[in-house]
């Protein structure tokens, strides 16, 4: 059964959230000019600052980074100290995690509003907006549970998107490729009396790469800005289905699994700014329905026979019939719903703010949770109210050049009790026009069990209700030096940095020496030690034949201070060792660039699927545009993923797909 976008979510909420006062505003997004000197990053407290001044380390990502991906995933992969795990690609299922963090650990913000998966993190990035449709992307690295939320445990990933100023623009876009690959995708953006409004529309389908790999997706995104006097709303509703072939997904011992989910999301915000006072305001909510088969259930696999068991009878040789404990599809739907608030007083020597995120938390199964109708499908249910409030103040001195934030935040959760999250955050600018800044923070974050972890107990894994929540006090320092010459068309900056996050009672599914199960566990206590350093380049505008445009080199490492004993470990000690990352685009003579991608990936745990040492990644693109200057411009694209075909899994047995090609063509009017 294919899943398609259905049902409408529509609740409307007021609250508070940050608005960032950095708001990339174009069609198309890849040909947004960012200057990275001065490029906002979001994440880092309660107001945008400059990249060379964040008291963090952060990235923020150029436009033509993730131009051409069907998912923001695929741009990520080549950040410095993320970890991208696919189990199924082109965004399919992706896990993302910061610094050896699980995909549980990483906080998703979108417009502001924080975003939460409380079913399972394995679909949080079921993100149902398409890469053209942001304008700004950065990664905080090291946790932001103060300002973030319980999300935040290791770093955080912040999205904008993007809703272009004025005119009636419109455009459609075709790609074929490897394995099948077709993706169609319509755009138009307009304006009904003051209010902009953008809508996308978009399909991608796959047969897939090996048996059991066909996926399709489908997506509709709208989203709104109004500015009124001093007061600004953005609005936005995004749906999105996928249904898709999972082989060995989550187990290798029952194969040929199959899924299908849909994500509904919508969200109004609004900020306005008087005098030294910043009010912000915002409502979210967030429906996701899964049908998880681990036995696929359609023509040519497993069908429901007269005596109650599936069997496969075309598959194989001889029928295969699925385990007799095998009762049919898991079926979930988890529902989110937030209000967020703060204000703010921002004073010369002095800044003042004080936030609150309310959000409640609920799923239907026929699996997790308590039983409240054993004569439903959805016989199981859970709910939570989950409470994130913080105070800070922001102290400036020495002609701005030193900034020093002090936080005391408080979670608190309905089922999980009371956390206090203090931090601490600290930064120094030397030079003539900040050209060296030192900086440094420490804090601690919580995160609580998934609904997944407390209640799954299914085909040999086995929750826990008796989980603990997890704990990490962290701590940063760092430098970047900014090299760029005053008035100078070049931009060249590096960044290093030196971290510690000690983890406490940490949550990991664990399969015990001599058991065949695998359980929710707490690890007592894991310390987590390492440093990246990046190098950032990039120049203006040439008349050059060719000329490097952009170039992001970098480099992490991570250890821990002990290892798994006595049983194996399938997330805390599973971390990215080294990594290494190099991205750079090409200007060329005329309307054409080119751009080549690489990463260099160790893992703690080896994979069984390739003896090397190293995971080499590698990929370019080259796109090319015509009729400069005219109301109709056509666009075409050339991607390249996997350049040297490496055999590689993300996630245990899920086999990634070899070198793939997809052509693009882009056709797009304005009036």
Aim: glycine share 10%.
């Amino acid at each position: 059964m294919r899943s398609i976008l259905s049902g409408v979510f529509a609740l409307v909420f007021m609250g508070c959230q940050i608005v960032s006062a950095a708001d990339p505003l174009a069609a198309d997004t890849s040909q947004i000019k960012v200057d990275l000197s001065e490029a906002s990053v979001l994440g880092v407290g309660f107001d945008a600052l400059p990249l060379l001044s964040s008291p963090k380390s952060a990235t923020v990502m150029l436009p033509s980074e993730w131009r051409g991906t069907a998912s923001i995933a695929e741009a990520l992969e080549f950040i410095p100290g993320m970890d991208v795990r696919t189990r199924g690609a082109w965004g399919v299922q992706t896990d993302i995690s910061i610094r050896g963090g699980s995909y549980e650990q990483t906080a998703l913000r979108i417009d502001g509003v924080r975003w939460s998966a409380p079913h399972t993190g394995h679909h949080l990035m079921n993100i149902p907006i398409d890469p053209e449709d942001l304008g700004h992307v950065e990664v905080v690295r090291s946790g932001s549970g103060p300002w973030a939320g319980i999300g935040a445990f290791a770093g955080g990933v912040l999205m904008e998107t993007s809703v272009d100023e004025a005119g009636t623009k419109a455009s459609v876009t075709a790609e074929l490729g490897s394995f099948n690959w077709t993706r169609l995708r319509a755009n138009a953006q307009i304006s009904t009396g003051k209010m902009r409004h953008s809508f996308s529309l978009s399909q991608a389908k796959t047969d897939g790469y090996i048996p059991n790999s066909d996926m399709e997706i489908n997506r509709f995104f709208w989203g709104a800005r109004y500015q009124r006097g001093l007061s600004q709303w953005k609005s936005l509703f995004a749906a999105e289905s996928k249904s898709f072939g999972a082989q060995n997904f989550y187990s290798s011992t029952y194969p040929n699994q199959h899924e299908e989910t849909v994500a509904a999301v919508a969200q109004l915000a609004w900020s306005r700014r008087q005098g030294n006072w910043n009010a912000t305001a915002a409502g979210h909510v967030r429906a996701h329905s899964d049908r998880f088969e681990l036995y696929r259930e359609e023509s040519n696999w497993y069908a429901l026979t007269d005596d109650g068991y599936y069997v496969a009878p075309s598959l194989f040789a001889t029928p295969d019939t699925a385990a007799g404990w095998y009762q049919g599809a898991n079926l979930h739907r988890s529902v989110v719903g937030a209000i967020n608030g703060q204000l703010s007083w921002l004073g010369e020597a002095m800044t003042w703010t004080a936030a609150v995120d309310a959000r409640s938390e609920g799923i239907l199964s026929n699996r997790l949770g308590l039983l409240v109708n054993e004569n439903s499908d959805y016989a199981y249910e859970d709910n939570r109210l989950n409470i994130d409030a913080y105070v800070s103040g922001k102290y400036f001195g020495a002609g701005d050049r030193l900034a020093v934030t002090a936080t005391m935040a408080v979670n608190e959760n309905s089922r999980f009790g009371s956390s206090l999250l203090p931090a601490l955050n600290a930064r120094m600018a030397f030079g003539r026009g900040d050209q060296i800044v030192v900086f440094g923070s420490a804090g601690r974050s919580v995160r609580h069990p998934s609904f997944t972890d407390l209640y799954y107990t299914l085909g040999g894994a086995v929750g826990s209700e008796d989980l603990k929540s997890e704990y990490a006090d962290q701590g940063e320092i760092g430098g970047r030096w900014n090299i760029s010459a005053s008035q100078s068309s070049h931009q060249f900056s590096i960044e290093t940095t030196r971290f510690i996050r000690q983890g406490r009672d940490l949550i990991d599914w664990v399969q015990f020496d001599g058991s065949d199960l695998y359980e929710a566990t707490n690890v007592a206590e894991v310390d987590f030690f390492g440093g990246d350093v990046s190098m950032l380049y990039q120049r203006a505008e040439s008349t050059e034949q060719f000329y490097v445009r952009s170039a992001r080199i970098g480099a992490s490492w991570l250890e821990a201070n002990r290892v798994a004993s006595g049983f194996t470990s399938n997330y805390v000690f599973d971390y990215m060792r080294n990594k290494y990352d190099v991205m750079v685009n090409f200007g060329i003579a005329g309307p054409l660039d080119f751009s080549v991608r690489g990463s260099a990936q160790n893992r703690n745990v080896q994979s069984s699927i390739s003896d090397d040492l190293f995971t080499h990644l590698w990929g370019f693109d080259v796109n090319f545009q015509g009729n400069e200057g005219a109301s109709l411009l056509w666009k075409g694209s050339v991607r390249m993923d996997n350049l040297f075909d490496v055999q590689f899994a993300d996630r245990g047995q899920v086999l990634q797909p070899g070198r793939m090609v997809r052509f693009g063509l882009t056709f797009a009017w304005a009036e």
